[in-house]
């Protein structure tokens, strides 16, 4: 069962038809979903881009990595995932050949089905380290919506981000960027937390955030030794930027994770 976020957006658009065609979601949005699939880029074939994973006009605070996990739409062997098991929407499951094509409802139940991500199959062991994390600095939560995840690109791609080639990377931010820029500045988050030193880079090449200010904090790792890890924040027209080096999901001595927790608290 979808979350109220989907039934707003899917009621909107019958509204919208029956009051003339009204369009029920923004043009930027609309636009984002019905563009094509870039060629030579890797992307998964018919799928749509994932615009929000959690509805970004509610939600306070959002975490960021660089672009989705196929695994969002398929199974790790390649399965479409589909009935109940389906996260979000594609090509496939609307049955239609080019997005370009997709109808105003469409395209509503498309952002409806990305906006209530946690509340129908969400991939859990994806945002297991991430939720927790969340709810350590008392930032939100994604389950009641007041957390939400973006992305710099909104394309699944295979390979993986790091397994594509350099000029590719820059196609597809290149792109997608200016998407990313006009969420936030359309919707209700203000702070930021950007899960891994991969996706800063990626931010400051994009141009959405000029600098890091960075900080060293002190932690001790699994055997006891002293290292340090580098922390970056930024302010940018509004909102609050903040990151580490090391993904949440990746390991971190207990220490290291209390000592991230707690520079994100202050």
């Not at 923004?26 to 030579?40: H, K, S, T, Y």
């Not at 959690?54 to 009935?83: H, I, M, Q, R, Y």
């Not at 930027?241 to 202050?266: H, I």
């Amino acid at each position: 069962m979808l979350s109220r976020a989907h039934d707003a957006v899917v009621n909107e658009a019958s509204s919208g038809r029956e009051n003339g065609g009204v369009h029920p979601v923004p043009q930027e949005l609309a636009d984002r979903v019905r563009r094509p699939i870039p060629e030579g880029c890797s992307v998964i074939p018919r799928s749509l881009p994932i615009v929000a994973q959690g509805d970004p006009s509610v939600a306070a605070v959002a975490t960021l990595t660089v672009n989705p996990s196929k695994l969002e739409l398929t199974t790790p062997t390649g399965t479409w995932l589909a009935g109940e098991y389906r996260r979000v929407e594609s090509l496939r499951s609307l049955d239609v050949t080019d997005a370009a094509t997709l109808t105003d409802e469409q395209v509503a139940a498309v952002v409806a089905r990305c906006y209530g991500y946690f509340q129908a199959n969400p991939h859990r062991p994806a945002f297991a380290a991430l939720e927790e994390l969340l709810g350590a600095v008392g930032a939100g939560s994604y389950y009641d919506g007041t957390a939400c995840h973006l992305h710099l690109v909104q394309w699944a791609t295979n390979p993986v981000w790091h397994g594509l080639p350099p000029a590719v990377r820059e196609q597809l931010v290149a792109a997608d960027a200016d998407f990313l820029r006009w969420q936030l500045r359309s919707s209700g988050v203000r702070r930021v937390l950007v899960n891994g030193g991969n996706a800063l880079e990626w931010l400051v090449r994009a141009g959405l955030v000029a600098a890091f200010e960075t900080e060293e904090v002190e932690y001790r790792n699994a055997k006891g030794n002293l290292r340090t890890m580098t922390l970056s924040s930024a302010e940018v027209d509004g909102v609050r930027w903040q990151g580490w080096p090391t993904p949440v999901e990746d390991t971190l001595s207990p220490d290291g994770q209390a000592a991230r927790s707690e520079w994100l608290r202050a």
